[in-house]
Every structure is written in structure tokens, then in C-alpha cells.
């Protein structure tokens, strides 16, 4: 995965290809990494906004973490923290409750599949623990 100073990230095959363009930030993008099981990963722009994107690119989660510019972004070697440096100095620890985030996406899910039904199948392979 890169940044781009045009407010993207790209994800890419270890042989240079472009799989993906993923858009969001409104500033430039000045950090970006995987958690230890590549599962996830995480963006930071010079507005202190943070994002969560899944493996695939999905946006998981978007928060305002800092006034002034993320410069540094590490996941703990367990992947449940998220370690965030700033402009001023400041280091913060953010917990990641990933599975609250992922039941709360398939609860916004649930209408979706039920005007979708074709999807369902495809898709609720991550929601079948959460929705019965």
C-alpha cells in the first residue's frame, strides 16, 4: 500500500500492479500501515484524520484523532491498539474493539442484504455470527 499527496491510497501486487485506488482523506495522506496480520490497516492525513480500511479496502472506521497532522501510525504487535504520533509531539493509544466495529457494520448491513438478497450469500460469510 502507498499514500499519494493527492489524498489516495493505492494498494498494490508484489509485482508493482495496481489492484486498488482507495479515496476518503481530504488532506494528504502522511502515514499508512498493515497490522501484524495484514487484516487491516490504517491512514493518517495531515488534518489528524485516521481511517481503518479492511485488507480489501473498505473503510472500517474514520476519526478525528489530532489537530494537527498524524506523522506516525504503529499497531501493537498484538493488532489490538493502535498507536498514533502527531505534529506536537503527542502519542496517543486507541484501543481497537474490532469486533464492535464489525457487528456494528453488519447491523447497517442487515437492510442492505434484505433488498439485496443475491449479495447475501456472497457477503455474509463476516456477518453470520452477528446476524442469525
Not at 40 to 58: C, F, H, P, Q, R
Not at 88 to 97: A, D, H, K, R
Request: net charge negative; aromatic share 8%; charged share 15%.
Amino acid at each position: 500500500m502507498s499514500a499519494s499527496v493527492d489524498q489516495t491510497l493505492n494498494l498494490w501486487t508484489v509485482e508493482g500492479e495496481r489492484i486498488k485506488t482507495l479515496s476518503g482523506h481530504t488532506q494528504v495522506i502522511n502515514q499508512v500501515v498493515f497490522n501484524p496480520n495484514s487484516s487491516m490497516m490504517a491512514s493518517g492525513d495531515a488534518a489528524g484524520v485516521i481511517k481503518l480500511w479492511d485488507n480489501e479496502g473498505t473503510p472500517l472506521i474514520t476519526f478525528k484523532a489530532s489537530e494537527t497532522a498524524i506523522n506516525s501510525l504503529r499497531f501493537t504487535e498484538d493488532g489490538f491498539n493502535l498507536i498514533s504520533g502527531d505534529n506536537e509531539g503527542v502519542v496517543t493509544v486507541w484501543p481497537l474493539q474490532i469486533q464492535t466495529l464489525l457487528n456494528q457494520g453488519c447491523r447497517w448491513l442487515k437492510d442492505y442484504w434484505l433488498t439485496h438478497p443475491q449479495q447475501l450469500k456472497e457477503d455474509y460469510s463476516r456477518c453470520a455470527s452477528v446476524i442469525p
